[in-house]
């Protein structure tokens, strides 16, 4: 059966791994794990659920997924004693490496040294402000040792992390004794902790913001919830009182009145003695609930209206009214045109109502239409196959055939009468130019 180990070594820095063995390792047993190259040595630091939960909560954990690696075997008294014999070998190689860097001319400071556990790797932690170029340093290295040098930049963090130390409260560094990641710190997270915001204050020991800041941040938001918040202004007993201060540690609160008046008062008492104020003001509104609704009508359950009100609604509604109203359609009529020999007749919509008709203004000439319409036909009638002809022939060809073909019809007429025949061009304004044929 597969369990989770988490595994420390040198330096602080832990690893997870899986121990095929029946029954977990125990803890701060050492075990021989696989490196990179080779072998390392590192003591069990935690098992179980506890493993499990670091190894999903922690940035260099492996999540949901089992660690590649595994652990090999448990350590011998052999092995411990070689780890110990290395540890000793870690400063000597740390100095020497210090020697070639200032041979080299580099901006740098080596931090710490660490010898893989089969002398297959040195590994040098080094911190610098800016990007170095070690590609000789490390070639320098190489020839000194005999093994594969690792040249790995870290920040301040890191370095107060892997030489540990005492903090101004008088523990061990939260990150070399159980932080398992170094989070970012700003200002916002002091400033919710009313804290002061002077930067060397509130630092540690590697000069950044304290660990301490970021992991108590969440306890200070989950307990300013229950507070109200400063500067509100609330009505209780004494009138109206401003909040100017939050004790989360004793739960208590400070107020302050308009006159200037302060006092401490505990967060119970305050909620108490807000909900005590609160309950008058709903029993009124429940009374004045009630009293509206006995206004209300017994027989059809509406509230009463003012007169001058419900008679502006019934003006509302009277002007509403017609617009409501269906719009008659109807038909136009075309205008009749005197110079025309054939009366284009004209169809009505007899069954119009009389008021609809009367509102477009066509009572007034449906007599005369209608007659002039009788006596349209009857001369239709009585023209013949000939002229009809010609009067579909006209209205085919324009206002220019038109023209033509009443000026030969005027001809005809004025020679069967005897009358004198118009001057050419006086054809109703028309021009003279195609009066002739």
């Known amino acids: 059966m597969a369990h989770l180990i988490e595994v420390a070594f040198r330096g602080n820095r832990k690893e997870f791994f899986t121990w095929t063995g029946e029954t977990a390792p125990p803890l701060r047993a050492g075990v021989i794990v696989e490196a990179d190259r080779g072998e390392d040595f590192g003591r069990v630091h935690s098992t179980g659920e506890l493993a499990e939960v670091r190894c999903n909560g922690c940035a260099h954990g492996c999540g949901t997924t089992p660690p590649p690696r595994v652990a090999l075997r ?26 070639r860097v200032k041979a080299n001319h580099l901006v740098m400071k080596l931090t710490d040294a660490e010898w893989q556990w089969d002398r297959r790797k040195l590994t040098f932690f080094f911190t610098a402000e800016r990007r170095v170029d070690f590609r000789g340093l490390v070639r320098d290295l190489a020839a000194l040792f005999r093994t594969r040098i690792e040249l790995k930049q870290i920040g301040v963090r890191d370095e107060a992390k892997r030489l540990s130390g005492i903090g101004r409260c008088g523990r061990e560094y939260c990150s070399a004794s159980w932080l398992p990641d170094l989070r970012p710190v700003n200002l916002g997270v002091a400033k919710d902790q009313k804290l002061s915001l002077n930067p060397q204050q509130i630092s540690g020991a590697c000069g950044r913001l304290m660990c301490c800041l970021r992991y108590e941040h969440e306890f200070y938001v989950q307990s300013r919830r229950k507070f109200p918040k400063e500067g509100k202004i609330l009505t209780t007993s004494l009138g109206e009182e401003k909040v100017i201060a939050c004790d ?185 130019d195609d009066n002739e044929e």
Request: aromatic residues 0%; negative net charge.
């Open 248 to 432: 989360i540690f004793n739960e208590r609160v400070t107020l302050r009145t308009a006159e200037g008046d302060s006092r401490v008062i505990a967060l119970t008492e305050l909620r108490s003695e807000l909900e005590r104020l609160e309950q008058p003001t709903d029993h009124a509104h429940d009374h004045a609930h009630d009293h509206v609704h006995d206004e209300t009508d017994e027989h059809t359950g509406e509230y009463p209206v003012d007169a001058a009100v419900r008679a502006m609604l019934d003006t509302v509604e009277t002007e509403i009214a017609p617009l409501a109203a269906p719009i008659p359609v109807v038909t136009p009529v075309p205008a009749l045109v005197a110079d025309v020999v054939e009366p284009v007749s004209v169809h009505l919509r007899t069954d119009l109502p009389t008021d609809i008709a009367a509102d477009a203004g066509v009572i007034g000439v449906s007599a005369d239409v209608e007659a002039s319409n009788e006596a349209g036909e009857a001369e239709g009638d009585a023209e013949g196959d000939a002229e009809g002809d010609a009067t579909r022939r006209k209205r085919r060809r324009g206002r220019r055939g038109g023209r033509r073909l009443r000026a030969a019809e005027q001809r005809r007429q004025t020679e069967q009468d005897g009358s004198p025949m118009p001057p050419d061009g006086d054809d109703n304004g028309d021009d003279g």
């Open 74 to 99: 448990l350590a011998t008294k052999a092995d411990e004693q070689l780890d110990r014999e290395l540890t000793a070998e870690n400063e000597d190689a740390r100095r020497k490496s210090m020697e």
